[in-house]
């Protein structure tokens, strides 16, 4: 009788998650064309640093999947379909979903989930950022301000905001460290662009070529 695969070590399986997020965040800084370091530094950055660099790579990835939707028809090729649409009417819709807000019946978050491109625990994460973000851009007083002390204050409207940033169910009071808020927060977006990487980048041509049957 052969022996039965053995369930992968704890810590090697952590260590896989790591170079997966790593990935992914090496990723997101060449395709917003930054320098590299620029993403992964947020668990060290200041609070108010980090969630609004946070929210300034989440925002473009969402507009970049957005518009890159369309709708698929079971006996279309997929790769004449995607030759299908011009490519100045997709940056016509892309400027048109940029304008939008992110957030509201008629923002961003509302659309991508009408066209199942984010899972719901993605779309309430994008929502508790923009929510936190929004406290630190729209009052200069807040920009000193501790993570911690903000996400406190926000649990008063929403109490799942900490496990909508972190994917954790936490205690709601205390609210967590700003450190450890800060780099739970990290893997969500980690997980996020891993996602939307996966819509983005297209598939390999098939063998006939692109224009084959």
Known sequence: MADEAQPEPSEVRWK??????????????????VPPGTISSIPNDPDFIA?????????PILND???SWQKPHPQA????????????AR???RTFVAALNIRGPAGKLRLAKGLDLLPQ??????????????????NVKNMHRSLTEIVTEEQQTNGRIVEHLTGVKLPPSP?????????LMYYQLANYLAGAFQTLRP??????GILGP
């Open 175 to 183: 609210a967590p460290t700003s450190e450890l808020l800060k780099l």
């Open 77 to 88: 090729n997929p790769f004449a379909l995607l030759l299908s649409v011009e490519q100045s």
């Open 121 to 138: 625990q993605q779309i309430a994460f994008i929502n508790a950022v923009a929510q936190v973000r929004n406290r630190y851009t729209h």
């Open 51 to 59: 969630t609004v660099k946070m929210y300034a790579v989440i925002e």
């Open 91 to 93: 940056e016509k819709f």
């Open 16 to 33: 896989n998650y790591l170079a997966q997020v790593d990935k992914s965040i090496v990723e997101a800084e060449q395709r917003l064309e």
């Open 65 to 67: 999947l957005i518009a």
């Open 203 to 208: 598939p390999p041509p098939p063998k006939g």
